[in-house]
């Protein structure tokens, strides 16, 4: 099979395409023939191994390889076919189309892709493309996520900071179906984009510190690992939650203390992107709750391209590469 491999950790360059040998699944497994992966910031992360958050760096490494990569194909996130089943499968069957996340198995930027048949995997909801389908599950599970753990209120105002990435911009649908008032913060070229998508309010972070409006808000959900952890909390209401997508040890520390001396809480989740997130997100794309927002779709060939353009930060919505032939 073809896939887009990486031999060391650095820059875009280092990804190429490959031939590499077709998996095989086991009898738990289901094949899956990878239509479309999603490029997404983790992954250009992982690449070149450079964090917004240095803690990462250590236990990754271990994880992930200390001179080289031990798995040479990334992508976390992906929409395909299943085109085999092992013997004890009995939730999928060949030829059903299906999205989900690999999580740290990777893999997803290769033509096959074998996974456990209980991994985080859901059939594609009718109407939706290969591409807009691999779009959604690191957005949408981390942000379903981030949501629930805030425990949203209707009436509730919400801010999403670096709401114009993957996470941001289902963020901020689905604070919005929760029936929050959302505020999005970005740069401006992604202001259209975010009212589009129900944003309330759009502040342009180069113009505007939200921060300069004391006990505004109930939640802030913030992906910007470089924010003030002492100014944005100032920015919560009395009883309002912080949740950190990309926590400093310090502002891990400092969110510990909080939580005991205020009636603020700050919270530093992981998301654990389970199956019934992922069926949670099926259904509101079924119903047209969720909208899958793609900026554009490169070629396997272009792969360098597309992660200097999710590197460039001038993308609007998920870049997804197509891997192997065009299929819908
Ligand atoms: N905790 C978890 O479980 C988890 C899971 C997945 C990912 N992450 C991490 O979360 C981070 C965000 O993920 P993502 O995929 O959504 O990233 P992303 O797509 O790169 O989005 C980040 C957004 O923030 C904007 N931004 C940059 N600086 C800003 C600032 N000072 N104020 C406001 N907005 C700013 C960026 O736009 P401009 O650059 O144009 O300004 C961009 O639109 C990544 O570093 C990723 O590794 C955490």
Redesign the pocket.
């Known amino acids: 099979m073809k896939a887009i491999i990486y031999r060391q950790y650095g820059a875009a360059e280092v990804l190429q395409l490959a031939d590499r040998p077709t998996p095989s699944p086991l009898a738990n497994e289901v094949l899956i023939r990878v239509h479309a992966a999603e490029a997404?910031?983790?992954d250009c992360?992982l690449r070149s191994f450079h964090?917004?958050?240095q803690w990462f760096w250590l236990p990754l490494r271990l994880a992930l390889g200390i001179r080289k990569p031990k798995r040479q194909i990334l992508g976390g996130y992906f929409a395909g076919q299943i085109t085999q089943v092992g013997a004890a499968v009995q939730n999928f069957a060949p030829g059903e189309r299906v999205f989900g996340s690999s999580q740290l198995r990777f893999g997803a930027y290769g033509e096959y892709l074998c996974l456990p048949s209980d991994y985080t995997l859901a059939t594609i909801p009718d109407g939706l493309s290969y591409a807009e389908a691999a779009a959604v599950p690191?957005?949408g599970l981390?942000a379903l996520?981030f949501m629930d753990r805030a425990g949203i209120q209707a009436g509730e105002h919400v801010l999403i900071?670096?709401?114009?990435?993957?996470?941001?911009t289902y963020a901020v649908q689905i604070a919005k179906q929760r029936g929050a008032q959302v505020t999005a913060?970005?740069?401006g070229?992604?202001a259209a984009l975010l009212r589009g998508l129900g944003a309330d309010r759009v502040i342009d972070?180069?113009q505007t510190d939200f921060r300069q409006s004391p006990a505004s808000y109930d939640v802030i959900l913030d992906?910007?690992?470089?924010?003030p952890y002492g100014r944005t909390m100032r920015a919560l209401r009395p009883k309002g939650r912080y949740l950190?997508?990309?926590?400093t040890l310090l502002k891990m520390l400092q969110s510990v203390v909080t939580s005991i001396f205020s009636s603020q809480r700050a919270l530093?989740?992981?998301?654990g992107e389970t199956r019934a997130e992922l069926h949670c997100l099926q259904q509101m794309l079924s119903t047209g709750e969720l909208k899958a927002v793609v900026d554009r779709v490169y070629p396997m060939s272009e792969a360098v391209d597309a992660h200097r353009r999710?590197e460039s930060?001038?993308r609007l919505g998920s870049v997804v590469i197509q891997i192997g032939t065009a299929e819908s």
């Open positions: 997404t910031k983790s992360e964090f917004p958050v690191l957005g981390n996520h900071n670096g709401a114009g990435g993957s996470i941001g913060v970005d740069s070229t992604k972070y180069r992906m910007v690992a470089s924010s950190m997508a990309n926590p530093f989740a992981f998301a999710v930060e001038q």
